[in-house]
């Protein structure tokens, strides 16, 4: 073949290559990368399914701790959030001590300060939550039952608190005269302890 | 079969062109239009360019519809060379050989060819082989002539080419001991000398019976130009060479035999150098077979006869043949159609390359139908093992919601238990460890009696952890019960799981006012850590916390 028929062959060839190229690249290359990618998936499903049925699922089981967690999460947010101001905590304490013929004779904020993440506080960081702690002290009397009473209903009262310290003496006749101090944990909103804002109900 | 191309057969002399469609070898249709034989060498000159017309009208007569027709083109060449040689070695060697001997006397514009025409007579291993040449300017003319004419040309064989093909076919298929024939075509003749075993002598001369027909056109219409060119040849077809004849006018063989005389002789002489330096003077044939269109003429056998000094013969079927008609029997198309056999010929260059080209197209349109089928047949595959991977995915739907399920659930849970666990370790770190007051009052009130009484309850929590001390008195009747009832106290509180130490301190001995013994007491009880409602989640945030710090 000379150079004038050469050159429209050559020509010719180019274009068949190009086209069978282009049928390749179009077609048969996807089609066998899509393969590739579900023999993948599938190899993976087969592996993950094994695992779950080797693990011996229980759904119910799952589904109790979860139900569990979430009250238990719930009850430490509405702890935690019990209430916003001394005021209101003050008044609660009156309510509940007034509820068992306790009276109250002197309710004093003695500190105030933020619980600071374990020991490398330097380390706390802008996104570490806000926890207060309150310090307070009680001055109260009244009979013991009723005291033993109120000491037990105090951390439902004012939301999670931690005694510190008590005393308690004997007065005149079956009244006892006492003092109490106790710290209250409080974070200024559910938020902090429960983010996702579709969870932070107690519908949720 | 429609659109199957039509292979068509010409003849292109100086004075027609004829035309046949062959299928399998039979001639289905046959047509010929009558040319100018004096305008023959202007027509060359002028590229064939005249010829186009009556070439369309012949196809278009032969081959009404619009597919391309192929051609078999025989042609009487104006400058082509017909040698016959006797080369020793196989068929294919001897083929190449011949090419090479004709190509070399020819020169460098020649399209040559060589065919091998059959065995050698005594000299096994040796074959006779018909080479031929012509000049490229003249194939390329041809060619584009037939394809301006809207045709494929397949092959071009000049005149002489298929009459050697035919006579020594004749020879070599002959039925007697040694044949000699001499086969006499339009333009050219052929003698050729042989039997069954092989060929002896094969040689090609321009002489045809056109020359003689010529004569008769000149005797008969001397000066009239417009005059029926087929007349002459009808003339001598009809009457034949008129020495003796009495149908024809005194007139005219008065005219025709002095003009006849000299291309006798010219042809007698030819056949008589032929075979005298042709063949060894013991091994002369003593008759000689007129064969071809030419033997068709009446009393031309005996007009050579006298000549010669031979014993004459007409081959059989050539008598009366009707070789004015195209492609009748009779006529060297005709012979060469039926025989069908290889005969060399003239490619030029542009066919060449045409068939290249159409080689290549075809291997290509293959090569592209394959792949593209190739490229079918693993998408196909593919595509099948990809359903087949649907089902598979199917089975693993129920489970994989399930486990999606408690996937969900478990992120929920970390969710939740994350941040809330890490308030909550905060918390109790900040806190630190608390006992369970409610049930320690509830204790000391336990203990409290007649006999044992609390005047104080001081309780904190230490670095060591929660504490309480107590203070009070037991009261018995003597100082030993007294010292009894307080250790009954000690014993019970000590018997408490809330209590994990005792340790009594000062004691006093007292007496009342109605002489009941009275022991004072001090006592400090190390208490039990309690736990916290937060602490489990306080719990998961260590944890959570120790698995990321050894996770590298």
Not at chain 1, 96 to 104: D, E, G, P
Not at chain 2, 266 to 279: H, P
Request: proline residues 5%; hydrophobic residues 40%.
């Amino acid at each position: 073949m000379n150079d004038h028929t050469l050159r429209p062959a050559a020509i010719r060839t180019l274009i068949v290559c190009v086209l069978l190229a282009a049928a390749w690249i179009f077609t048969v290359k996807p089609a066998r990368a899509d393969l590739d990618d579900q023999r993948r998936l599938y190899s993976t499903q087969s592996a993950a399914v094994s695992a779950y049925l080797g693990s011996d699922p229980d759904e119910e089981r799952t589904r109790r701790t979860q139900s569990n967690l979430e009250s238990r999460v719930h009850a430490f947010a509405d702890a935690m959030t019990a209430h916003a101001t001394t005021a209101a905590l003050f008044e609660q304490i009156e309510r509940k001590a007034s509820a068992r013929s306790i009276r109250i004779h002197r309710t004093d904020p003695r500190s105030s300060s933020r619980v600071q993440s374990g020991p490398d506080r330097r380390r706390a960081a802008s996104d570490e939550p806000v926890i207060t702690a309150d310090e307070f002290l009680v001055e109260f009397s009244g009979r013991y039952g009723d005291i033993t009473d109120f000491i037990a209903e105090i951390p439902d009262t004012v939301g999670l608190a931690q005694i510190n310290s008590f005393r308690l003496t004997r007065g005149a006749g079956d009244q006892v005269r006492g003092t109490l101090t106790l710290t209250v944990y409080r974070v200024p909103d559910r938020t902090t302890i429960i983010p996702d804002p579709a969870e932070a109900s107690d519908d949720a | 079969m429609i659109g199957t191309p039509t292979r068509i057969v010409l003849t292109l002399t100086p004075d027609r062109i004829r035309g046949a469609v062959v299928r399998a070898g039979r001639i289905v249709r046959a047509e010929q239009i009558e040319t100018d034989p004096t305008a023959w060498e202007q027509a060359w000159e002028q590229g064939l360019v005249p010829l186009d017309r009556p070439l369309r009208q012949l196809l278009s007569r032969l081959s009404p519809g619009r597919s391309q027709p192929r051609i078999t083109l025989l042609y009487h060449a104006r400058n082509a060379i017909v040698q016959s040689h006797e080369i020793a070695g196989s068929r294919d060697d001897a083929r190449r050989a011949a090419t090479v001997k004709i190509r070399e006397s020819g020169g460098s514009i020649v399209i040559a060819d060589a065919a091998i025409l059959g065995p050698t007579a005594e000299k096994p291993g040796t074959w006779t082989v018909l080479a031929l040449a012509d000049r490229e300017d003249d194939t390329n003319k041809l060619y584009a002539w037939l394809t301006r004419c809207g045709t494929r040309v397949e092959r071009l064989i000049p005149e002489a080419a298929a009459i050697v093909r035919i006579a020594a076919d004749r020879v070599l298929t002959a039925e007697n001991e040694t044949t000699a024939c001499c086969c006499i075509g339009p333009g050219w003749s052929v003698i050729a000398v042989g039997s069954r075993d092989g060929l002896r002598l094969v040689r090609a001369f321009e002489f045809g019976h056109r020359l003689l027909s010529d004569v008769f056109q000149r005797a008969i219409r001397p000066d009239d130009a417009e005059a029926d060119q087929a007349l002459g040849e009808r003339m001598l077809f009809d009457h034949g060479l008129p020495f003796k004849s009495t149908e024809i006018s005194p007139e005219v063989r008065a005219r025709i035999l002095p003009m006849v005389a000299p291309v006798l002789q010219r042809f007698c002489v030819e056949i008589k150098q032929t075979l005298r330096f042709g063949i060894p003077a013991d091994q002369q044939p003593s008759t000689l077979i007129l064969d071809g269109p030419g033997a068709a003429i009446p009393y031309l056998a005996s007009a050579v006869t006298d000549t010669v000094n031979m014993h004459i013969r007409v081959a059989p079927g050539c008598d009366g043949a009707g070789v004015l008609k195209p492609f009748a029997p009779g006529t060297f198309e005709y012979a060469w159609v039926r025989a069908e056999t290889d005969t060399a010929e003239l490619i030029p260059h542009a066919v060449m390359e045409q068939k290249q080209s159409d080689t290549f197209r075809r291997c290509l349109a293959a090569g592209a139908i394959g792949a593209a089928a190739l490229l079918g047949a693993e998408y196909v595959h593919i595509t099948g093992q990809n359903r087949e991977l649907e089902p598979r995915f199917a089975q693993h739907a129920t489970t994989l919601a399930a486990l999606s399920r408690e996937e969900e659930a478990r992120e929920r849970i970390n969710r939740l238990a994350g941040a809330a666990g890490r308030v909550a370790l905060r918390v109790t770190e900040s806190a630190g460890p608390s006992a369970d007051w409610p049930a320690v009052l509830a204790l000391i009130a336990e203990n409290a009696s007649e006999h044992a009484r609390f005047d104080e309850i001081d309780a904190q929590v230490t670095a060591t952890g929660p504490e309480i001390r107590l203070k009070g008195s037991t009261v018995g009747t003597d100082d030993t019960s007294a010292a009894a009832a307080l250790t009954e106290v000690v014993q019970a509180l000590q018997a408490s799981p809330l209590v994990t130490a005792i340790n009594l301190g000062s004691t006093t001995r007292d007496t009342l006012a109605d002489d009941r013994a009275v022991r004072h007491f001090q006592l400090t009880l190390r208490l039990a850590t309690s736990q916290a409602a937060h602490q489990p989640l306080a719990d998961y945030a260590r944890r959570a916390g120790a698995a990321k710090e050894q996770t590298p």
